[in-house]
């Protein structure tokens, strides 16, 4: 018997590539994206979370309750380091600040945007930046979250 195909796998390390532009600008250009700030190497965590709500719908004469999809809700919290000279997070991530963020999963974070890429854009207003508490044998760290003002585009083919 013939042993089945096992897909294979993509580790993050190296392969993810995370770049904010202005509200407003096309987000799915290469020129643009190139231009824009990339967050990649600043962020420490990327947590990007869909959940979506279930409606009830119970009915007189039956035993079980039916359901429904109801809402979606995406919430996204980062975290990145601060306090370089370098540092291009925290200012371009100022609090109130409306960007749109494009993240290229799959692909070595050092290679440039160019079309046919696939990227999820998420348009987002940047919350407060909480800086966090200090640890020992660590590095200063901001949290923030990102909330998201219109409906993210998911797997979007980049252009030129």
């Known amino acids: 018997m013939a042993a089945e195909a096992v897909p294979g796998s993509v580790p993050f390390d190296d392969n993810m590539r ?3 532009v202005a509200s407003g600008v096309d987000a799915k250009s290469a020129a643009i994206l ?3 700030v990339n967050l990649t190497y600043s962020l420490k965590k990327f947590d990007r979370t869909v959940s979506q709500a279930t409606v009830e719908d119970p009915r007189l004469t039956l035993k079980r309750v039916l359901q429904r999809p109801g809402k979606v809700t995406e919430t996204v919290e980062v975290q990145y380091v601060f306090g370089d000279a370098a540092d291009v997070a925290a200012a371009n991530l100022i609090e109130g600040t409306e960007l749109q963020i ?3 999963y799959s692909e070595p974070n050092a290679t440039a945007w160019t079309s046919a890429q696939i990227a999820d854009i998420l348009h987002i207003q940047c919350g407060v930046q909480r800086k966090d508490a200090p640890v020992e044998n660590g590095v200063q760290t901001i949290t923030q979250t990102w909330y998201i003002i219109s409906p993210s ?3 979007v083919a980049i252009i030129v």
Do not use: F, L, M
Request: charged share 35%; proline share 0%; net charge negative.
């Open 34 to 36: 190139g231009a824009g």
């Open 153 to 155: 585009e998911d797997d």
């Open 18 to 20: 995370i770049t904010s």
């Open 102 to 104: 494009a993240v290229r």
